[in-house]
């Protein structure tokens, strides 16, 4: 089977291209390894910037819809010191520029923006080869392949498609973090609810980090961050739930009850998250009929940029393709060259203070 368009992977950046498409009227299929949109949880609240993730929504023309999953008042900020002390205290006077969703609500609002069958679920990459003309096979897991005049890799850090254009391979980081959740918060973790706030709170030592939101629901989702190497997360066993926690909690000795909370009084079992990087200013000399887009062209740790510009490589290539429709190469080229430049300035993020990161204070 030969498709115009063959999108791997049905994030946020696969799904905004593949809308992108549709709405110019470029036919488009994206296969995801999931078996259905339901698989999986989709992570929790989301910032869309004004400067990347709602312009892409804006090119899909999905900014009504957008609007009406928005969580008013996420956007507060209290950042807290170990022991307590509130060092900032922000509200949200609806005139930020980083309103916040639930990432599975916004992932939802694309899906149904595309026609039915767009998406191929429970279709697991193998492999994928070149052809030669521009063209590449992809293999499946089932034994099933499709052959395609341009390939996107829309498929994460362990993308199944970077191989055909660059080398590179996520390394870690020196930081993976717990995620735990605590339901009907007001009520049940009274001094947590109260810690985080109305939106995000932060608190954060050298090498240990608190960063919790109050999502929907009256729901916690908390985020324990420890900067250790891989060796000292083996040593726990992640099956036995009370052992893992006393571990974790282990190393926030002294900190603030109302904060050792986050961590001790989760209703779920810690979920270990570590965190891989590729080199900064990842990028490859270009090949005909194929690109990346988000975390399979530049995977950079967790600071709230990751899925905006995932979303903003999928519209720009949409919109690129769109304004080329008889030279892909000249769409990709002036696609990459653009999303080379944007991913690294993103990337400076990184070196900047933590507190000054995460807050804009």
Do not use: C
Request: avoid cysteine; charged fraction near 20%; proline fraction near 6%.
């Amino acid at each position: 089977m030969r498709t115009p368009v063959t999108i791997i992977g049905a994030g946020l950046g696969g799904l905004t291209l593949a809308r992108v498409l549709h709405v110019h009227g470029i036919p488009v299929t994206v296969h995801e390894a999931e078996p259905s949109p339901t698989a999986r949880t989709q992570g929790g609240l989301l910032d869309i910037h004004d400067y990347n993730g709602q312009l892409a929504l804006e090119a899909a023309g999905l900014m009504e819809e957008f609007h009406a999953i928005v969580l008013e008042g996420r956007q507060a900020t209290r950042v807290l010191d170990r022991d307590g002390t509130v060092l900032l205290d922000k509200a949200d006077d609806g005139t930020g520029g980083r309103p916040e969703v639930q990432r599975g609500e916004l992932r939802q609002i694309l899906l149904d923006s595309l026609p039915a069958g767009t998406v191929r679920w429970g279709q697991k990459v193998s492999g994928a080869r070149t052809l030669g003309e521009a063209r590449h096979e992809v293999t499946f897991a089932d034994g099933s392949t499709v052959v395609t005049g341009l390939l996107v890799g829309a498929d994460g850090a362990w993308s199944r498609i970077r191989p055909l254009l660059s080398a590179a391979t996520p390394e870690y980081d020196g930081t993976s973090s717990f995620e735990t959740y605590l339901f009907d918060a007001d009520t049940r973790h009274p001094a947590a609810a109260k810690a985080v706030g109305g939106g995000m709170l932060i608190a954060h030592t050298p090498g240990r980090t608190i960063f919790a939101h109050r999502e929907r629901g009256d729901t916690l989702h908390a985020y324990i961050a420890v900067s250790e190497p891989l060796d000292w997360f083996a040593g726990t066993d992640f099956t036995d739930a009370p052992a893992a926690i006393a571990r974790i909690a282990g190393e926030y000795e002294g900190w603030a009850p109302e904060l050792t909370a986050l961590i001790t009084d989760g209703d779920t079992p810690p979920v270990l998250r570590p965190y891989y990087t590729l080199p900064a200013g990842h990028r490859w000399d270009h090949v005909p009929g194929v690109t990346l887009l988000g975390d399979a062209a530049h995977l950079t740790p967790p600071t709230g940029e990751g899925a905006n510009l995932a979303m903003l490589d999928g519209a720009e290539l949409g919109k690129a393709l769109a304004a080329h429709p008889d030279d892909i190469e000249a769409a990709l080229t002036t696609y990459e060259e653009a999303m080379f430049a944007r991913s690294t300035e993103a990337a400076t993020f990184e070196g900047m203070d933590f507190t000054e990161l995460l807050t804009g204070a």
